[in-house]
């Protein structure tokens, strides 16, 4: 099995395949006469295709067991996914390059307490990994007409460590 090791998330190295979706080092600036501080327009939501909208959602993952095998990966052609842990738990985070319309070696990532993920349109990626403990997520996605969803099985799986988790 090939393996990969998950890292920890930054804004620079997933912003080939999308959006880190945290306040820290965000602009941001004051609301509700000043008792609020608005993080704004941490990620570019797309929704394109006949009758498109912007759904948000809620949805509990389970844990996964580490090491994750990965056999598959996802893409979504008509639009953004985004996905804001509800808890201070990490989770992991599964990007592809595109190859020629064919997922390439996966990356891994390892979130830190407060951040999130947005997947840009077209984007192959992993699906929902809680790794420590049931999970809550608010997703933010596109809702509409056509298919959104395309799946990639490889032919030999991928073994992903994340240092420091094991099941």
């Known amino acids: 099995m090939r393996r990969i ?9 997933f912003a080939p395949f999308g959006d880190v979706i945290e306040a820290d080092g965000a602009a941001s600036f004051p609301i509700n006469n000043g008792m609020t501080e608005r ?4 990620a570019r939501v797309e929704a394109v295709g006949e009758d ?16 994750l095998t990965l056999k598959m990966v ?3 052609p008509l639009g953004s996914q985004a996905f804001i842990p509800l808890s201070p738990q990490p989770f992991l985070v599964v990007v592809c390059p595109d190859e020629g319309g064919r997922p390439g070696r996966p990356l891994a990532f390892l979130t ?3 951040q999130g993920v947005n997947y840009a349109r077209n984007t192959w990626h992993g699906v929902l990994t809680p790794v420590d403990q ?3 997520f608010l997703i933010v996605d596109r809702g509409g ?3 959104n969803l ?3 099985f490889f032919e030999e799986p991928f073994r992903i460590d994340v240092l420091g988790h094991s099941s």
């Open 5 to 13: 090791v998950a890292v920890p998330l930054t804004r620079e190295a």
């Open 39 to 42: 993080f704004h327009d941490l």
């Open 52 to 67: 498109a909208r912007v759904l948000i959602s809620i949805a509990r993952g389970q844990p996964y067991a580490l090491p």
């Open 74 to 76: 996802e893409r979504h």
């Open 112 to 114: 830190k307490p407060g």
């Open 134 to 136: 049931e999970q809550d």
């Open 145 to 147: 007409e056509g298919i």
């Open 150 to 152: 395309e799946e990639f």
